[in-house]
């Protein structure tokens, strides 16, 4: 998923918001990013147990989205919980609790999930979980480690640290650079 399902979100949720939380027309492009189909290698998210999400914090800060679709929840997950107050990193997650069940509903895939696409997802940021940085400006390092790790089912703290992140840079940008880094 891209920063740009973000903005989008964001937008459509402050319209619908706007609207009284009455009427939601969903932007087009948040159901075909579902549907598998606005990213080069996209896959439906039918055929996922979790979409992780790049979600950027007043411009200053990335955190890992984990969109929980087994359990209806999302999980953050970032390295220096100390920067976010929880109620202002409920402001950043709260739209996609809101959005994210209707756009589901709208994709028309997920009526197995039932009354959990009428509701708002609830939402937690477990700071136990993953590994805290002592330094500024390596949260966008951490945050692409903790989705490579979570989606590997291997623990967040003890294969990242401050020690390992130049190492984990240099790699992720030469597979940038060569196109072999996998979504």
Request: proline residues 4%; glycine residues 6%; charged residues 25%.
């Amino acid at each position: 998923m891209n920063d740009l399902f973000c903005q989008q979100l964001m937008g459509n949720f402050l319209e619908y918001k706007r609207q009284g939380r009455k009427i939601c027309v969903l932007n087009a492009d948040l159901v075909d990013y579902v549907k598998g189909k606005k990213l080069q290698r996209g896959r439906p998210w039918s055929k996922c147990k979790a979409v992780y999400v790049p979600l950027n914090i007043n411009g200053k800060h990335w955190v890992a989205l984990l969109i929980d679709l087994v359990n209806c929840s999302l999980i953050v997950l970032d390295n220096d919980g100390r920067l976010t107050k929880s109620d202002d990193m409920g402001d950043h997650v709260r739209p996609f609790c809101v959005m994210i069940p209707l756009i589901l509903q709208k994709a028309n895939k997920f009526k197995h999930l039932g009354q959990q696409l009428t509701r708002p997802w609830s939402w937690r940021q477990p700071l136990d979980m993953c590994a805290q940085s002592r330094r500024s400006g390596d949260c966008g390092v951490y945050m692409l480690k903790h989705i490579e790790l979570h989606s590997m089912g291997l623990p967040l703290i003890e294969n990242m640290n401050d020690e390992n992140v130049e190492y984990h840079r240099r790699r992720y940008a030469i597979e940038i650079f060569d196109g072999s880094m996998e979504p």
